[in-house]
């Protein structure tokens, strides 16, 4: 009896979070949502396949940019998203930078992609690069990967990222380490300041908006809604050491939260 009882809490909670997420104010159910949401789920990993074809053809890191960046915007206005930017006229054109966001949602990325206005690359597992097509398309768009096993393979890969990302690679790091189960900002890792001490360029506090009312973690189909990037003043990183990775990671946490503040 305890356990039906329990079994039927849970399954009314879950009903209860299904009908406010499709149903309107009116209480009337949404079909165009819920279409939308199923509509992107099967779509994304569809169209992501094919740009992966498409840079394997194309075979050229600068040639293949634009693609992802499509894919976001084609991503965003298939779900109904509408994006603002802020914050660009801080930036010195050519210059490479670490773009550190918070993260709410995977929808960041496609937000990141379509919209930030840089050129820049991914950090990514190792492990994705083996996997047929997709790794190879990593490949050649030019991303980074980083090998997250401990020992000399782990400092070896960060070094080599290090080097890509001084010779000039932009890259963008969410600093939390995961996604925000509630959409507030997490603790900022120093470990992942490592990066941008060694490699010595300025790094850049991200702000995304909105996300997370569009597609929390735990959930599969996206809403409609409105995000806003906030860029905020790039913050040299000459003056830090690697023993002061948890003062910058501090600061910029701190730059973040204003960014989402303001």
């Keep these: 009896m305890l356990r039906y009882q329990a079994f039927r809490k849970t399954t009314e909670k879950k009903q ?23 509509l992107v789920l099967l779509l994304a990993p569809v169209l992501t ?3 992966s074809i498409v840079a394997i053809i194309r075979r050229s890191a600068a040639d293949v940019q634009f693609l992802p960046r499509s894919l976001g915007r084609i991503i965003a206005r298939l ?25 709410q949602s995977q929808f960041d990325i496609f937000v990141l992609q379509g919209y930030l206005g840089c050129d820049f690359r991914w950090l990514a597992k190792l492990e994705l690069f083996k996997i047929p097509v997709f790794g190879k398309a990593m490949q050649l768009a030019g991303y980074i990967p980083v090998d997250r096993a401990h020992g000399r393979k782990a400092l070896k890969s960060l070094d080599e990222a290090a080097r890509r990302i001084a010779d000039g690679t932009s890259v963008i790091i969410f600093p939390e380490g995961t996604r925000s189960p509630d959409g507030k900002l997490g603790q900022f890792k120093a470990g992942t300041m490592v990066l941008a ?4 360029v300025p790094v850049v506090p991200v702000a995304i908006i909105g996300t997370h009312r569009i597609l929390p973690k735990g959930r599969l189909l ?8 906030r860029v905020g003043a790039p913050i040299a990183t000459s003056e830090y050491t690697v023993k002061q990775k948890q003062e910058l990671a501090e600061r910029l946490q701190g730059q973040v939260a204003e960014l989402l503040g303001g």
Excluded: C, W
């Design 16 to 38: 209860a979070q299904f009908s406010t997420r499709y149903h309107n104010h009116t209480g009337e159910f949404n079909v165009l949502t819920f279409l939308r949401g199923v």
């Design 49 to 51: 396949g094919l740009v």
């Design 79 to 103: 779900s109904g998203v509408s994006v603002s930017m802020s914050g660009a006229d801080l930036l010195e054109q050519g210059r490479p930078y670490i773009f550190a966001a918070n993260h």
């Design 197 to 200: 001490i060694k490699a010595g």
């Design 222 to 229: 996206v809403r409609p809604g409105r995000v806003e990037i």
